[in-house]
Nanobody, 129 residues
Framework: QVRLLESGGGLVQAGGSLRLSCVASGRTFNAQDMAWFRQAPGKDREFVAAINWRGDMTTYLDSVKGRFTISRDNAKNTEYLQMNSLKPEDTATYYC??????????????????????WGQGTHVTVSS
């Protein structure tokens, strides 16, 4: 059983920054991708970013490329999402998750909600204009 706990959300003005963290417990999954998703009110949960198990390959949603950076520290069972140049459209609840499959040493191969598990309660981000 894996448990994921997100933190770091809050209220920020447009152009500001936040750093989200996700701590995993219950089992180790160093061989699997980890990802961030987000869900705005009234919308479906969408993929934001993923990172492979070695932490050297990443995949991003086009609208966050160049602004968000995903990273992980396997020794701490923690992944991060550094969010810069935030926009009001980034407002959402952000969730971390672990992939069901294995991308190996390549770029993360999984971007769909059903390809992940271990959803936490999320951390809310509000970006004011």
């Amino acid at each position: 059983q894996v448990r994921l706990l997100e933190s770091g959300g809050g209220l920020v003005q447009a152009g500001g920054s936040l750093r989200l963290s996700c701590v995993a417990s219950g089992r180790t999954f160093n061989a699997q991708d980890m990802a961030w998703f987000r869900q705005a009110p009234g919308k479906d949960r969408e993929f934001v970013a993923a990172i492979n198990w070695r932490g050297d390959m990443t995949t991003y949603l086009d609208s966050v490329k160049g602004r968000f950076t995903i990273s992980r520290d396997n020794a701490k069972n923690t992944e991060y999402l550094q969010m810069n140049s935030l926009k009001p459209e980034d407002t959402a609840t952000y969730y971390c998750a672990v992939s069901k499959g294995y991308s190996g040493t390549g770029a993360p191969a999984y971007t769909r909600v059903e390809e992940y598990y271990g959803w936490g309660q999320g951390t809310h981000v509000t970006v004011s204009s």
